[in-house]
Structures are given as structure tokens and as C-alpha cells.
């Protein structure tokens, strides 16, 4: 299986601070990388796809970009309903596999 | 609007059977794959299978392959997860969850359901 290390476990920013969340694939998987949004007692939420396209309704202070096999999501100005946990997943082959999660908190 | 309805918690005691169910509506059941991802408490996310509901190809994780089975009503888009002899470790939080593709899966999830809690105890 492909291993997604996700870095800082946690990180705690204030509200229009700049935010950056780390994945790095075990392996290369081009760019088949998500990043899903979680918020307490509620199901995941796709927020980006493909490494760096968004789906519709996704605020566009989100972003994700891909280096080799390291990806990178930013929150370019965070917002307080931004609080949640983050993974990342690796769409390249069976079985998906995810990061172990970024906690977010607002300060 | 697209939605996966999935069925009520479960309260169980170790080597009951069980079976969940998930409710598609908003698209071609038959045409998207469907599949299913376990939570436990306070932990990650871990992806166990899909189903093309076409076809009825399966393709499991290799860590639920033998443990579950997934399956899929065509007739009234419904998906299933079942047990046949549950254990404590089973007790989770599992999401039915939809893989956008038509063809050969893209595997990720763009549909969520809001989950069917299990909880697995003597």
C-alpha cells in the first residue's frame, strides 16, 4: 500500500492567517491526490481533487499544488468555519489510502 | 441534488450478523461506482471497497477483503456493507461514499453519506 504522511498532526492559526498542510506519498502517484475537509460529528468533504482542482462551492482560499511527491494544501486566508481536520488521500491505485489527519484550530 | 441516505445506528453483540444500508438518489445509480469507508472512534479514515452496480464488480482493500461484502439493489439504488460475525474492532463509524467515475474508478470520493454508527459490545 501507498503511505500518506501528513504533517503537522495539528496546528492552531488565527482568523486571515495564511495556512499550509503537508502530504507526502510513500511512492510517486503523479497527481492523484485529494484533500478532504472534516468537521466534528459530520462526514468528510471533498475540497480538492486531482491535486489542485476544486470542486464547485469550494472557496477559492483553498488551494493545493504538487512538488514531485510532496503536495501542499493552503488556506490563504483562514476563516473560522475553516476549523476541522484535513486528509489527504492518494487516488493512484488500490487500496486508496489516506493521511493520518490535520487538526486545524482558530485561535 | 445528489444523496447517499444511510440506515440507522446499530447496536450488536460479538458474532451477530449485520447489514447497513445507503440510498442513492440524484443519479445513475447503475453507472457510479459506491463503496464504503470506515471511521473508528477518534481515529482516520480508511477506504474498505466499491461496487459498480452495473456490473456488480467489486473491488475490496485487501485489509476488509474476506471480512465484509459489499452488494447493491439495482432496483432501488440501495448499497449494502454486512457482516457475518461481528467483533468488538468493527465498532466505527462507517460512510457510504460515492467514486465520481462511470468507467474504471478514480478512487476518491465526491459523495458523502452522513454515516451509520456500529457499535459492537457484550
Known amino acids: 500500500d501507498i503511505q500518506m504522511t501528513q504533517s503537522p498532526s495539528s496546528v492552531s492559526a488565527s482568523v486571515g492567517d495564511r495556512v499550509t498542510i503537508t502530504c507526502r506519498a510513500s511512492q510517486g502517484i503523479s497527481s492523484w491526490l485529494v484533500w478532504y475537509q472534516q468537521k466534528p460529528g459530520k462526514p468528510p468533504k471533498l475540497l480538492i481533487y486531482a491535486a489542485s482542482s476544486l470542486p464547485s462551492g469550494v472557496p477559492s482560499r483553498f488551494s493545493g499544488t504538487r512538488s514531485g511527491t510532496d503536495f501542499t494544501l493552503t488556506i490563504s486566508s483562514l476563516q473560522p468555519e475553516d476549523s476541522a481536520t484535513y486528509y489527504c488521500?492518494?487516488?493512484?491505485?488500490?487500496?486508496?489510502?489516506f493521511g493520518q489527519g490535520t487538526r486545524l484550530e482558530i485561535k | 441534488e445528489v444523496q447517499l441516505v444511510q440506515s440507522g445506528a446499530e447496536v450488536k453483540k460479538p458474532g451477530e450478523s449485520l447489514k447497513i444500508s445507503c440510498k442513492a438518489s440524484g443519479y445513475n445509480f447503475t453507472n457510479s461506482w459506491i463503496g464504503w469507508v470506515r471511521q473508528m472512534p477518534g481515529k482516520g479514515l480508511e477506504w474498505m471497497g466499491i461496487m459498480y452496480p452495473g456490473d456488480s464488480d467489486t473491488r475490496y482493500s485487501p485489509s476488509f477483503q474476506g471480512q465484509v461484502t459489499i452488494s447493491a439493489d439495482k432496483s432501488i439504488s440501495t448499497a449494502y456493507l454486512q457482516w457475518s460475525s461481528l467483533k468488538a474492532s468493527d465498532t466505527a463509524m462507517y460512510y457510504c461514499?460515492?467514486?465520481?467515475?462511470?468507467?474504471?474508478?478514480?478512487?476518491?470520493?465526491?459523495?458523502w453519506g452522513k454515516g451509520t454508527t456500529v457499535t459492537v459490545s457484550s
Open positions: 488521500q492518494q487516488a493512484h491505485s488500490l487500496p486508496p489510502t
Open positions: 461514499v460515492r467514486d465520481p467515475s462511470v468507467t474504471t474508478p478514480y478512487w476518491y470520493m465526491d459523495v
